[in-house]
């Protein structure tokens, strides 16, 4: 699953840095820029560019990549943490301490040190509602 992250990651960067070009292709009626399209041109203009490259594409490839990953890689993390009413940042600090070999059986119980990570996020969570529950009466 480390993919993910860096192929978005990827997909950002390339978005970043095409975003000016795409701008400038939009600002021309969509057709090709020429050589030398940027030169003599202020960073405002760039950057008015680099917006509208954004606008145009980024929702686009946004929706692309999650439909992707959702198919080849199942349910993503935050539509699992939703369907658990996972607190989002609770979520992400115990995934902080995520680490591969924990995908590896536990000799002594036969369970998964992932497992127990999982029970932790569940367990905080419920904590964390009767919390807010005994707040709120």
């Known amino acids: 699953m480390a993919k993910i992250p860096r ?5 950002r960067a390339l978005l970043d840095a095409l975003a000016p070009l795409i701008g400038a292709e939009i600002a021309l009626g969509n057709k090709a820029v ?11 203009t760039v950057s008015e560019w680099h917006a509208a ?9 946004n929706q692309i990549i999650e439909s992707t990953c959702a198919s080849e890689y199942g349910m993503p993390l935050l539509d699992m943490a939703e369907n658990h009413r996972l607190d989002f940042h609770g979520t992400f600090r115990k995934l902080a301490f995520f680490r591969p070999n924990m995908l590896l059986g ?32």
């Open 106 to 137: 536990d000799d002594d119980s036969g369970a998964t040190v992932l497992e127990g990570l999982n029970a932790e996020l569940l367990l905080g969570e419920q904590r964390h509602r009767d919390k807010v529950r005994y707040h709120l009466t």
């Open 34 to 44: 020429q050589r030398g399209w940027a030169n003599n041109v202020g960073d405002e």
């Open 7 to 11: 192929g978005l990651y990827a997909c």
């Open 53 to 61: 490259g954004i606008r145009e594409v980024g929702s686009t490839m």
